[in-house]
């Protein structure tokens, strides 16, 4: 900036002025910066410079409190570096493949019998994706364990969803532990401290679910739904590792944008009394391949679309209305842009820019769970081609 200023305001200079500038401003070898050409250089310069640059400052300020998000999420690499990268573990599965065969090719031993399945999540208003997550796990699973709160992680009260729709599990009612919590409504608190009291809940919630030593437990969200076959191999094999990481593909608003293969957060646990918490950030090195699906806002109406951003826990990133306007969302939805208009959060510039822009659409719908493709006609919108949503 400041040199189109000096180079502007000589030029001016040397051109238009007589007298008192005419010598000093030609003369480049004296002194660089004397006060003489100073007070040249600052009398060469138009009003109009002026004017530009007090357009200019507040405009540069404006455009870095809007994009100053954007902008560190680009550098980021800069100032951090990736995590300890995990612990591959090779997934084996075939249809007809026997367990024993599949055990072993993990390198694991198969018990006499299965040991008993834990599955607990904490709900907020997801019923379309819990549906499709019970029906998926529901052969292997012996309890289900749901916790809901009224209010949401950021502090907004939140009907008690699922109380309300709870009729519509009965496949799962008879080993189904619900429990539901009061929220602290704490105005300007940090989210997380409300999601570890739920998550603290979730945990007395367990044990009065009856869960005991080497019982499998699932941690993870509810969109985070881990492929049955998984599951049935986690119960039948013995020396599988005491806490075990998930690596679901992750999709975005449906089944049509796969963003890529790396969500970890869902981990299985083998239960042991005293110390195992409920959790959901990474535990362990060793992650187990290709092992479900993660489907973020994979929601039916835009009205679900409006809560969840309002409840995210990085409420941070909701700073504008137009956020949440229903036209806006409904494009990104079907372009499959990102909500908040952000940068990929990586930690190489190659995957920052390798992700930019909007997520490919896919057109397979092979290996999803099965459920989602015998009621097809009624979970649509999660099917490559159904991009659109009811809009109350
Ligand atoms: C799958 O396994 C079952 C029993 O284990 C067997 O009866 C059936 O023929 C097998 N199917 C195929 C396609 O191999
Ligand atoms: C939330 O639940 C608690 C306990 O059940 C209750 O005391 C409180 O009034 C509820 N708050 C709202 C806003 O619903
Ligand atoms: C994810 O894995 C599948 C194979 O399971 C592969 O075809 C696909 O290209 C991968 N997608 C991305 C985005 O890496």
Same mark, same amino acid.
């Given at each position: 900036?400041?040199? @189109?200023?000096?180079?502007?305001?000589?030029?001016?200079?040397?051109?238009?002025?007589?007298?008192?500038?005419?010598?000093?401003?030609? /003369? *480049?070898?004296?002194?660089? &910066?004397? @006060?003489?050409?100073?007070?040249?250089?600052?009398?060469?310069?138009?009003? !109009?410079?002026?004017?530009?640059?007090?357009?200019?400052?507040?405009?540069?300020?404006?455009?870095?409190? #809007?994009?100053? /998000?954007?902008?560190?999420?680009?550098?980021?690499?800069?100032?951090?570096?990736? $995590?300890?990268?995990?612990?591959?573990? $090779?997934?084996?599965?075939?249809? =007809?493949?026997?367990?024993?065969?599949?055990?072993?090719?993990?390198?694991?031993?198969?018990? *006499?019998?299965?040991?008993?399945?834990?599955?607990?999540?904490?709900?907020?208003? +997801?019923?379309?994706? &819990?549906?499709?997550?019970?029906?998926?796990?529901?052969?292997? #699973? =012996? /309890?289900?364990?749901?916790?809901?709160?009224?209010?949401?992680?950021?502090?907004? $009260?939140?009907?008690?969803?699922?109380?309300?729709?709870?009729?519509?599990? !009965?496949?799962?009612?008879?080993?189904?532990?619900?429990?539901?919590?009061?929220?602290?409504?704490?105005?300007?608190?940090?989210?997380?401290?409300?999601?570890?009291?739920?998550?603290?809940?979730?945990?007395?919630?367990?044990?009065?679910?009856?869960?005991?030593?080497?019982?499998?437990?699932?941690?993870?969200?509810?969109?985070?739904?881990?492929?049955?076959?998984?599951?049935?191999?986690?119960?039948?094999?013995?020396?599988?590792?005491?806490?075990?990481?998930?690596?679901?593909?992750?999709?975005?608003?449906?089944?049509?944008?796969?963003?890529? =293969? =790396?969500?970890?957060?869902?981990?299985?646990?083998?239960? /042991?009394?005293?110390?195992?918490?409920?959790?959901?950030?990474?535990?362990?090195?060793?992650?187990?391949?290709?092992?479900?699906?993660?489907?973020?806002?994979?929601?039916?109406?835009?009205?679900?679309?409006?809560? !969840?951003?309002?409840?995210?826990?990085?409420?941070?990133?909701?700073?504008?209305?137009?956020?949440?306007?229903?036209?806006?969302?409904?494009?990104?939805?079907?372009?499959?842009?990102?909500?908040?208009?952000?940068?990929?959060?990586?930690?190489?510039?190659? +995957?920052?820019?390798?992700?930019?822009?909007?997520?490919?659409?896919?057109?397979?719908?092979?290996?999803?769970?099965?459920?989602?493709?015998?009621?097809?006609?009624?979970?649509?919108?999660?099917?490559?081609?159904?991009?659109?949503?009811?809009?109350?």
């Amino acid at each position: 900036m400041w040199w @189109m200023m000096n180079e502007g305001g000589g030029h001016y200079c040397s051109k238009k002025t007589d007298d008192i500038c005419g010598d000093v401003c030609g /003369q *480049e070898s004296s002194q660089a &910066l004397s @006060m003489s050409r100073i007070r040249c250089i600052l009398r060469g310069i138009d009003f !109009k410079i002026f004017l530009f640059l007090f357009a200019l400052v507040p405009t540069c300020v404006f455009v870095i409190y #809007v994009h100053g /998000q954007k902008i560190s999420y680009f550098l980021r690499p800069l100032w951090e570096s990736p $995590p300890k990268p995990f612990h591959d573990i $090779p997934h084996y599965y075939g249809e =007809n493949v026997s367990m024993e065969i599949l055990c072993k090719l993990h390198g694991w031993g198969i018990r *006499e019998y299965p040991r008993r399945v834990y599955d607990a999540v904490l709900f907020s208003n +997801e019923l379309d994706i &819990l549906t499709i997550r019970w029906q998926e796990l529901h052969p292997y #699973v =012996n /309890q289900f364990v749901l916790l809901e709160s009224n209010s949401t992680f950021t502090g907004l $009260p939140k009907p008690l969803v699922f109380a309300g729709h709870r009729d519509q599990f !009965k496949f799962v009612e008879s080993r189904l532990t619900y429990g539901n919590i009061g929220g602290r409504f704490k105005k300007g608190e940090n989210p997380f401290v409300e999601e570890a009291i739920q998550r603290v809940a979730l945990d007395q919630l367990l044990k009065i679910a009856g869960i005991s030593d080497d019982d499998l437990l699932i941690m993870s969200d509810v969109d985070e739904i881990p492929s049955r076959h998984t599951i049935n191999l986690l119960r039948w094999c013995d020396d599988i590792p005491q806490v075990l990481h998930l690596q679901l593909k992750n999709y975005l608003y449906s089944f049509e944008f796969l963003v890529d =293969n =790396n969500s970890w957060r869902a981990s299985v646990h083998r239960y /042991q009394t005293g110390k195992t918490r409920y959790a959901h950030y990474r535990q362990t090195d060793d992650i187990l391949a290709d092992a479900g699906w993660h489907c973020s806002f994979c929601f039916r109406r835009i009205s679900e679309f409006i809560f !969840k951003i309002k409840a995210y826990s990085h409420f941070d990133r909701v700073r504008f209305s137009h956020f949440l306007n229903p036209k806006r969302l409904q494009r990104v939805i079907c372009e499959g842009a990102d909500l908040f208009d952000m940068l990929p959060e990586e930690y190489t510039f190659k +995957e920052i820019i390798g992700k930019m822009g909007p997520i490919p659409h896919s057109y397979s719908a092979v290996h999803l769970p099965s459920f989602l493709l015998e009621n097809a006609d009624k979970y649509k919108f999660l099917l490559p081609g159904n991009c659109l949503r009811k809009s109350e």
